[in-house]
């Protein structure tokens, strides 16, 4: 088994700490560790060693990888010319990694917190062993929902499957409305949250990309085949799409995709009352005031369910409900917990119109 | 006629921008002006020129008064050697500025807003008559309450003088419980709340301080007829009290003093709500939107009720109800709007902390 982390993606929903020089999985957002080096400790154990870990990563990250993982083999940090989605981040991995068609890859994110680590890889072990099946499913890592999230792509189960704790896929939902999300709770299927966390074998996942997805498998193919510059020619028109959409809801119709659930205190930490609801749920679990939380110096009175992150200047709270103020040493957020899904758009915005001053 | 602006007061209400390098009256809360400019315009069409304006001040702070206010001649900013209360302030500006005994100064707050300032000037005159009649009182300026104010001091009137809108004042009420504060505004005689801004003869004031408060008015005598030491000497052991506690309330069990009714669009600014909805009910005359008011660089989607003072950081705000963001190079305060009083209290903890630890 061996891992392979993405720590790709912009991350203008965590703006203004995550900027395009430092995205998300390169912040210390949830303590004193990067959330990158978080994903890698997390997973190390379950492997032989860093040799089996392997980071893909836009080439303008690689250096901050290295700096931050410095036990990962230089061979281990795959370089992308340019960011294009997971579908071609994990077919880089599965091609340019030099590992047995029958070793079977779990694919990570590095921007997610998982609150109980060996409970994680238990689960990461028990989808290693469903992949390894004689009839090599893709797996996916399906989370028990707390709720109808619009935020969540959701995976629908269909009949158990030999393996303990296994079933197979019936199908793919993308986010869906309010409305849907709860009709998929109260049906008749067992369904979970994608959570983006997979294992396959080696020649399965590259054999479903060459059925689903062959304009991504050969660009990718060619590209590690012709070195530096043919890679950089391949990532230049590649497609950029999710392995979702790219292989595993097509896979999930002829029934190769298997799931198997983690009940691990998951957070795709994918929007500040995200990492708010995150550091709440530690704190309680630690005995600790869940007012207010967050780090850097920092002052409250009085408020509840607040967020602060605070970096070299001193930030008062008082009497706040439900916010969320993030500052930088250029931007200061202050919002609603509830309208953070909104930050996305306004930074993109403002990037448009730095861009368009400058 | 001449006036007296005072111009000290720490101004930790109105933390993090008000600080003691830079107190409240220096700062342009409002606009382009700083409030001590704004106060020295609204005055000076009600006077023969900037010689008939003098400023009470802290002698840190002359150097900003004479900034902002080159017209004023040199020997009309009285500098104190430390800040003592409107007491010895006014007994300093009665007692060195060089004018005739029936010469009336009106007294006017450094850092209060007046929308109408025409009213205002109107009122003043009306004020200094009164000021003038035979009985020579000390008149003080009410205030039409909007509310039962908790924060303001009452007048209580009596019956009406012989002047046109002018009663005679039957006592004073110090910033009373709510309870009082409803009580006042529903009993039988008129009331209004206290401003701060008074009109009276020199003589009258002078003769009122040696009755009422011989103590600040003897040691400001010795102070200024033996120079600078002297008076140094004198405001290291003066008596730090309001003029109102001083003076006005005793006077007022005599029967010396009179209110003059404005209706004038007054607020005493006196914390981060305050300034909020100030500038809330200018943007609602200005026909402006009013959701976020505020000044610097500033973005803001879908907030209500929200005053954003930005510095040079760029400050994003998004779905904020009521709240008050100052942002400083050094620190940064987010509150909620009806907790604004508190912040007073904060600031002068983190004040003493400072001083513990440096």
Redesign the interface.
């Known amino acids: 088994m061996y891992a392979v982390i993405l720590a790709g993606g912009g991350g203008t929903r965590l703006w ?1 700490l995550s900027r395009p020089d430092r995205p998300k999985p390169f912040l210390p957002l949830l303590g004193e560790q990067t959330l990158l080096r978080a994903t890698f400790e997390r997973v190390l154990p379950a492997v032989a060693g860093p040799g089996d870990v392997a980071v893909v990563v836009d080439r303008r990250h690689a250096a901050l990888v290295r700096d931050e993982l410095p036990e990962l083999p230089a061979e281990n940090v795959l370089a992308e010319p340019a960011g294009r989605n997971t579908a071609a981040a994990i077919a880089l991995a599965a091609v340019a990694l030099p590992r047995a068609a029958g070793d079977v890859m779990v694919v990570l994110p590095a921007d997610h917190l998982v609150a109980d680590e060996r409970a994680f890889r238990a689960v990461l072990g028990a989808a290693a062993t469903v992949a390894a099946a004689p009839d090599r499913p893709l797996v996916t890592l399906g989370i028990a929902p707390t709720g109808p999230e619009t935020g969540y792509g959701y995976v629908v189960a269909g009949e158990l499957r030999p393996e303990a704790g296994a079933h197979a896929v019936r199908r793919f939902v993308e986010k869906p409305p309010l409305d849907a999300a709860r009709a998929l709770l109260a049906g008749p299927d067992p369904v979970a949250w994608n959570a983006g966390i997979f294992a396959w074998r080696r020649d399965a996942i590259l054999a479903a990309l060459d059925a689903t997805a062959p304009d991504i498998a050969a660009a990718v193919r060619g590209g590690v085949a012709g070195g530096p510059a043919a890679l950089e020619a391949a990532y230049a028109t590649v497609r950029a799409t999710s392995i979702d959409y790219a292989v595993l809801e097509p896979a999930s119709l002829l029934g190769r995709v298997a799931m198997v659930r983690a009940d691990v205190g998951w957070s795709d930490l994918g929007s500040w009352v995200a990492i708010r609801d995150a550091l709440v749920a530690r704190a309680a679990a630690d005995g600790e005031p869940t007012g207010t939380v967050g780090a850097g110096p920092r ?1 409250d ?2 408020s509840e369910g607040t967020l602060v992150l ?1 970096a070299s ?9 439900d ?1 969320i ?1 993030v ?1 930088t ?8 917990a ?3 899904q ?2 996305r758009a ?1 930074a993109e915005e ?1 990037a448009r119109a730095l861009e368009e001053d400058g």
């Open positions: 203004p002052r009175v009085g605070a200047r001193l930030v008062v709270t008082l009497g706040l409900r916010a103020v500052d040493p250029d931007a200061l957020l202050v919002c609603a509830d309208r953070s909104e930050v306004i403002l």
